[in-house]
């Protein structure tokens, strides 16, 4: 019969469980929650590390260099022209004054998805939730969607200098407007009249089932 020390190492062995996620196999740690006490401390956890801007196992990113000013992305035919603003990103919570791999990775996906035929962005309302720098939106307009990029007051600047930069090409097919948005706040009516086509999580789930 096991002690109750060694049931109580079995039983934290299981909450450190590593696992597998996603196409590339990434390890993750397994957070088992059992009751709403640990489900509020993993949440309260979670919060903590994306504010200190500490996430466990960080990589640095491959595809962007964050200390730069301006970062140079071919996309649609187009050079497009992003501007960063490095010292922001000291701010605990700010992460968007920066290009991140994944907005390149999704920008660039979606390029390649409208040219396949495997994707329709032309016509298409497109809600964008924390528009960063807006990269991704900037190719979604240029694929032909009616994009709405959204950030908080203070990142709106710059999001709108991007915008005004690099969309002002005659051949544009699609729009882009940007507008604020603190999540949890009522949206305005033009955000969700009529409803988007598509937004952030659905072009994500649309990439992973892909």
């Given at each position: 019969?096991?002690?109750?020390?060694?049931?109580?190492?079995?039983?934290?062995?299981?909450?450190?469980?590593?696992?597998?996620?996603?196409?590339?196999?990434?390890?993750?740690?397994?957070?088992?929650?059992?009751?709403?006490?640990?489900?509020?401390?993993?949440?309260?956890?979670?919060?903590?590390?994306?504010?200190?801007?500490?996430?466990?196992?960080?990589k640095p990113n491959a595809f962007v260099a964050q200390s730069s000013l301006n970062l140079?992305?071919?996309?649609?035919?187009?050079?497009?022209?992003?501007?960063?603003?490095?010292?922001?990103?000291?701010?605990?919570?700010?992460?968007?004054?920066?290009?991140?791999?994944?907005?390149?990775?999704?920008?660039?996906?979606?390029?390649?998805?409208?040219?396949?035929?495997?994707?329709?962005?032309?016509?298409?309302?497109?809600?964008?939730?924390?528009?960063?720098?807006?990269?991704?939106?900037?190719?979604?307009?240029?694929?032909?969607?009616?994009?709405?990029?959204?950030?908080?007051?203070?990142?709106?600047?710059?999001?709108?200098?991007?915008?005004?930069?690099?969309?002002?090409?005659?051949?544009?097919?699609?729009?882009?407007?940007?507008?604020?948005?603190?999540?949890?706040?009522?949206?305005?009516?033009?955000?969700?009249?009529p409803l988007p086509d598509y937004g952030n999580e659905s072009l994500l789930l649309f990439?992973?089932?892909?």
């Amino acid at each position: 019969m096991a002690t109750a020390a060694e049931v109580e190492t079995e039983e934290e062995t299981e909450m450190m469980k590593m696992v597998k996620l996603g196409s590339y196999d990434g390890k993750v740690r397994l957070l088992i929650v059992s009751g709403d006490s640990e489900s509020e401390s993993a949440a309260e956890e979670t919060m903590l590390l994306w504010g200190i801007q500490q996430p466990t196992l960080s990589k640095p990113n491959a595809f962007v260099a964050q200390s730069s000013l301006n970062l140079r992305i071919d996309a649609c035919g187009h050079s497009l022209s992003i501007l960063q603003s490095p010292s922001s990103l000291g701010t605990p919570g700010v992460t968007g004054s920066v290009m991140w791999d994944s907005g390149v990775v999704l920008g660039k996906f979606l390029e390649h998805a409208v040219d396949s035929g495997m994707l329709l962005l032309h016509g298409k309302k497109i809600v964008e939730l924390g528009s960063g720098c807006g990269l991704v939106g900037c190719i979604a307009a240029l694929l032909g969607a009616q994009v709405i990029l959204t950030d908080l007051p203070d990142r709106l600047r710059l999001l709108k200098k991007n915008i005004e930069n690099n969309l002002r090409h005659g051949d544009l097919r699609g729009s882009a407007v940007v507008t604020e948005l603190t999540w949890g706040d009522d949206p305005d009516q033009d955000l969700i009249q009529p409803l988007p086509d598509y937004g952030n999580e659905s072009l994500l789930l649309f990439l992973q089932a892909t």
